[in-house]
């Protein structure tokens, strides 16, 4: 199996940028497809984008296309998650995960340990 080391997160104006990493190990990083997730309080934990195993294919959720932006380096098992003009509603813990299957929501099989993003006004 894979193991997922987030980091990058922390407190930020509105308005402002964050750059979140994503280190894999354990298993060849090239056969997986990378989501990032998040979750706020009271909410359910929401796929805010993705990025297949050959790097090609990506999803955004509505609320992000435009602001954010993943990519994936091979050479250093990363990927990550570059957020501009980040709003409030932004605030959550995100989380890294990854899956042999599709890109979709529900075929994550393996999880980071989370990073806090707040975002104040």
């Known amino acids: 199996q894979v193991q997922l080391v987030e980091s990058g997160g922390g407190l930020v104006q509105a308005g402002g940028s964050l750059r979140l990493s994503c280190a894999a190990s354990?298993?060849?990083?090239?056969?997986?497809?990378m989501g990032w997730f998040r979750q706020a309080p009271g909410l359910e934990r929401e796929l805010v984008a993705a990025?297949?195993?050959?790097?090609?294919?990506?999803y955004y959720t509505n609320s992000v296309k435009g602001r954010f932006t993943i990519s994936r380096d091979y050479a250093k098992n990363t990927v990550y998650l570059q957020m501009n003009s980040l709003k409030p509603e932004d605030t959550a813990v995100y989380y890294c995960?990854?899956?042999?299957?599709?890109?979709?929501?529900?075929?994550?099989?393996?999880w980071g340990q989370g990073t806090q993003v707040t975002v104040s006004s």
């Open positions: 354990g298993r060849t990083f090239s056969n997986y497809g």
């Open positions: 990025i297949t195993s050959g790097g090609i294919g990506i």
């Open positions: 995960a990854a899956t042999l299957g599709r890109i979709v929501a529900a075929s994550y099989d393996f």
